[in-house]
């Protein structure tokens, strides 16, 4: 199997505070782990890469200190929205790959709403 | 630029028939493409995916097309269910761009019992 997790999935928060998002691979070793979002009605947009272990690559304009990814082992990643505002309300889809395969697994979505 | 585009936002199609999803590319490098169905509120689901160097593969129900000098590809469906109803997203991926995916746009299809 390729079972994905996301946890929270569902979160609200204020506006100025700072929120973490965990995506773990269940079965399997990720040695990849991408973190998108969706706007509503929109297609996934890919907003960084993430590698075990080091620092994860983000696409342009994604900003990094804003949205901070740690990939501290095989099996889980976080994202966690600094300071959020309402505009980065959103929903948040991590995915994952095992070695050298090519199919990327996601997990089920948290969606953000910032008051 | 959209690399990866759907340009039919919707399809509608009857219980038992076949639905054909489409979907173009601009980059003649891409190595593989994959098909995700996806419902509100949730992660896509990986359905099927095609190399490059294919240009048919078939699984169960669903058959992906690839036709690399019209830089065209399709799902087939048949016969659609109405549980096939979902948003159905093409991607297409690089191998050396860290497996990177561009997505489509999305295709709504709706399946009328």
């Known amino acids: 199997g390729a079972v994905v997790s996301q946890h929270p999935s569902w979160v609200i928060c204020k506006s100025g505070t700072s929120v973490k998002i965990e995506c773990r691979s269940l079965?399997?070793?990720?040695?990849?782990m991408f973190w998108y979002r969706q706007f509503p009605k929109q297609s996934l947009m890919l907003m960084a890469t993430s590698n075990e272990g080091s620092k994860a690559t983000y696409e342009q304009g994604v900003e990094k200190d804003k949205f901070l990814i740690n990939h501290a082992s095989l099996t889980l990643s976080t994202l966690t929205v600094t300071s959020a505002h309402p505009e980065d309300s959103s929903f948040y889809i991590c995915?994952?790959?095992?070695?050298?395969?090519?199919?990327?697994?996601f997990g089920p979505g948290t969606r953000l709403l910032v008051l | 630029d959209q690399q990866v585009k759907q340009n039919s936002p919707s399809l509608s199609v009857q219980e038992g028939r076949i639905s054909i999803l489409n979907c173009d590319y601009t980059?003649?490098?891409?190595?593989?493409f994959l098909w995700y169905k996806k419902y509100p509120a949730e992660g896509p689901t990986f359905l099927i995916s095609?190399?490059?160097?294919?240009d048919k593969n078939e699984d169960g129900r669903f058959t992906v097309f690839l036709n690399k000098s019209a830089k065209h590809l399709s799902l087939h469906i048949v016969p659609s269910q109405p549980g096939d109803s979902a948003v159905y997203f093409c991607a297409a991926g690089l191998r050396d761009s860290s497996y990177k995916l561009i997505f489509g746009s999305g295709t709504r299809l709706l399946v009328r019992p």
């Open positions: 995915s994952a790959i095992k070695g050298g395969r090519e199919t990327q697994y």
């Open positions: 095609i190399s490059s160097i294919k």
């Open positions: 980059n003649s490098m891409f190595d593989y």
């Open positions: 079965d399997f070793q990720a040695t990849t």
